[in-house]
């Protein structure tokens, strides 16, 4: 021995205090009788007494190892701080040496620029790829090569060399034509990577005084033909100015895509900063809970075109729900680009104001109902997002309005608009304002609009506008800009312009009657074209009269349908299928149908007239062999007011 | 003059060197017994351990080791079941502590440049620094924590064998992991035989850690002196820990052949050199011993 000596024995650490039900447990020792009265009593406590029994050992339990603590790091303790200190020194160099190893390895940076986009990178790209283009799902394939704008569109890819699973697409194209940017690319990332595309987290970032749209996504993928499908992680980074769209996309594994987007995000820079941001916040507005309600009735409409050989959306509005069906109440405007309907319009279902929606089907405006001489539009989805037959009644429920009955609306009568203006990030945003009057020329239905100073601009269009009872008033359709000379001064003021939802009534009777969307089919009238009639049988005629006043209503139509189509069955777009035979009432509301009905039969009666509800009735005509050749099954037709 | 040695010394002796030779053997041999396995059975390639095997085949040479550590501390022998208590707390903390220090405060960096050089400053950095000196530390403070404080630490030897019991548990996790590691393939041999190197290194690396934390215990120096001995010994077997990581990786990987038989003579002659110096520590703090009886050898 040297200089070392035996430890000095390590005093005891202070014991535990005795916990509060230690007198009970002493008598339990102590005392047969005792116990088993103890015993008893503990087994019938409830187990709130229970839990307080025990609540109340916890204050001496914390003190005795605050004690415990206290003793540990005190003087006399074995648990020395100089040994502490020697853990936390070589903790720190453990912490000082990861960082040190994280800037060595760290890859070296370069600066990407190209077409008015820069940015700083990790030097650790192999040469760029052109990225194949990928046919639109949605429509057919157009073989066009694209278009070419100089030097655009750049679309290409690169691979990591230090990890062949992380990939860099920058892709440089034209401005799109809709401003709601943020949309825009959500339906270029969920056409492009289908059904099992789902966005995780999106926001938007100021980055050089420009405000860039950053999304994560998750997308699946083969690595290679054949290979079990894997499930691939991405973050784009995207803004335009106002020339182009930039994007830069990174796909990897989160951790390394994370890496390089640190690198790159604060870096970004485009050539023209126009300083318009992407998009603002929904202003929160305390709604009437009807109000609340209405907001689960109303959609996104986007419409979208094959662009450069790429399915683009190139603009969108608002849709109103108006059928459980799924059937969409929205403005022709949105559907046709001078007088060409559009490629396809994908729906959008709202998850809650100033959220962006889900897109959820497809359509195509040529499948709608058009009715350009007001301005309004029935549509329906009939394709998933990926172009496969789908049927809106497989989604979860439609929540749909109803047709407001009563038509009268008081001046400054408060009313909201619904919708998803381009300014709103792309989320759903409600505007609060009050009836200013009518607008039009009496007798000229088609410029017949209610006036309100609700805000309505771009995207609200085809949005519903309802009242505080969240009753539905109209379609936000336009605005009226009118410019006024005050002094030296101009000032404008904007009026929005709604089309009342009574005008919408042949609209609401498809719905009623049901429809299915059908290629050429765009027309609203309900007559049949032609149909195609039996040689024999009875001819029948009947009166259409209004139910409450017993006035013959003209132009109402009658129909007979076949044998074997029921009322729910009835599809006006399939009415020369399912029409055996019809007429219109004329200015005596008289109907002649123009075929013969074969008898003996039993058959289903449609009649519709606007501004009265349509009436089907399975089984209503009933002919047998003694029924003359002409007869008037019912003598008159009674409608009811809509 | 000095007194003849008492018959039973020698006799105990004898039966601690024959003892030891017999584990030594049992190592050998069971390195030799993969290496049989695979000539008889015709293994071309790698094979697919399940947990259990694995376990078993990480857990043998760390038993005979084990017990070939407990047999150095022949003065006076710690009891048993402290020592296999510390051997699973390096196995089921010490070491999942290691990976979670160096997880948090050093993670993987998924898109790192490395040198290609075998020493470069980044991969001495990381070797040394981060993994050698945060293993060694969780090493360190689970027997600092535990068994330090206990009366049973009586003597500066005890922290050899109390740490490299820890060093022993700590390779049986190392080896776990790395013969399940690459999708639970591995070279039956070549397994066996790192899982017999690994652990005398561990162990090595800790025992002389173990050396410093017995003597700072005993030392009648201020705390100062104590600290200053303590981190010196961390560093030091931290530097030891990872000059073998960065040595072994060199030998087995040269160019872009591999080159595990190379790798693993290599890591047997440095781990065998650790431990032959920690020896010779070993043989001064039993000269030392306030248990050895006067006379004994």
Known sequence: MTDERDPPPPPAPPSAPAPADAASSGALAGDDAGASTSMSAIEDESLAERAWRRAQTIGPAMADVTRQVAYALGPASPYHRHDFIVIALALAMVAGAGVAHRRLIAPTVETFQSRGLTFTRPAIWLAPEEVPRVAPRLVPAPSARPRGDGDLPYHVVYTSSLDPDVRMEVRIEAKPPWSNVITSLEFDRRTRWGELYAADRSGVRTHGRHSWLRTSFRYTFAPNKGDEPRVGHAIELATVDSERLYAVTLYGPPRAIAQVAATIEPSLRVASLTGKPLGAPAERLQLPEPVRVALTRTVEVVVADVVDGQLRAVGGGTGTVIGPDGSVLTNHHLLVDKQRPHAVFAIARARGVGQVPALVCAGSPSRSKLWPEMDLALIKCDVDLDGRPWSPTQAAAWPAFDRRTETGLDRGQRLWVLGFPDVTAGALAVSGGAVRGLAGEPGSPSDNYIKTDAVITLGNSGGPVVDDTGALVGVASAVRVTTTVAGTQLQSTTTGLVRPILAAAPLFAIVRAGWTPRDGHTSIDLEPTAIEAEAEGVRLSTHIVAHANGQPIPGALLMILRPGVDAGDVDINRLDDQVISWGRSGTDGAVYLKQPVPAPGTYTVMVTADGFSPLIGDGALTLDAKTPPYFDPWGEVRLGAD | ?297
């Open chain 2, 1 to 297: 003059m000095a007194a003849p040695l008492p018959r039973w010394s020698l006799r105990r002796a004898r039966l601690l060197v024959g003892s030891k030779l017999a584990l030594v053997v049992g190592l050998v041999l069971f390195v030799g017994l993969a290496w049989l396995i695979e000539q008889v059975i015709g293994l071309r390639g790698p094979v697919r351990m399940s947990p259990v095997v694995a376990i078993v085949v990480a857990g043998v040479p760390a038993s005979l080791w084990l017990a070939f550590f407990y047999l150095q501390d022949r003065y006076e022998p710690e009891p048993m079941h402290f020592v296999f208590g510390v051997f699973l707390l390096g196995t089921l903390v010490a070491a999942p502590l290691a990976d979670f220090v160096i997880y948090q405060l050093a993670p993987p960096q998924p898109l790192g440049q490395f040198g290609l050089g075998p020493f470069a400053l980044e991969r001495v950095v990381h070797a040394i620094a981060v993994v050698g000196l945060a293993q060694e530390l969780c090493k360190y403070v689970v027997v600092r924590y535990t068994i330090y404080t206990s009366p049973e630490f009586d003597e500066p030897m005890d922290g050899v064998v109390y740490m490299m019991s820890v060093g022993t548990g700590y390779a049986v996790w190392l080896n776990y992991h790395r013969l399940q590691g690459l999708g639970g393939t591995i070279y039956l041999s070549t397994g066996a035989a790192e899982a017999v190197i690994t652990t005398l290194a561990h162990a090595s690396f800790a025992g002389f850690l173990g050396y410093v934390l017995g003597r700072a215990k005993f030392t009648r120096r201020g705390p100062v002196s104590r600290g200053v001995l303590l981190f010196l010994g961390l560093v030091g077997a931290a530097c030891l820990n990872g000059v073998f990581s960065l040595v072994v990786d060199w030998v087995m990987t040269q160019g872009l052949a591999s080159h595990p038989w190379k790798g693993v003579g290599l890591a047997a002659a440095l781990a065998v050199a650790v431990f032959a110096l920690l020896i010779i520590f070993v043989q001064r703090l039993l000269h030392d011993s306030p248990f050895r009886k006067e006379g004994a050898r």
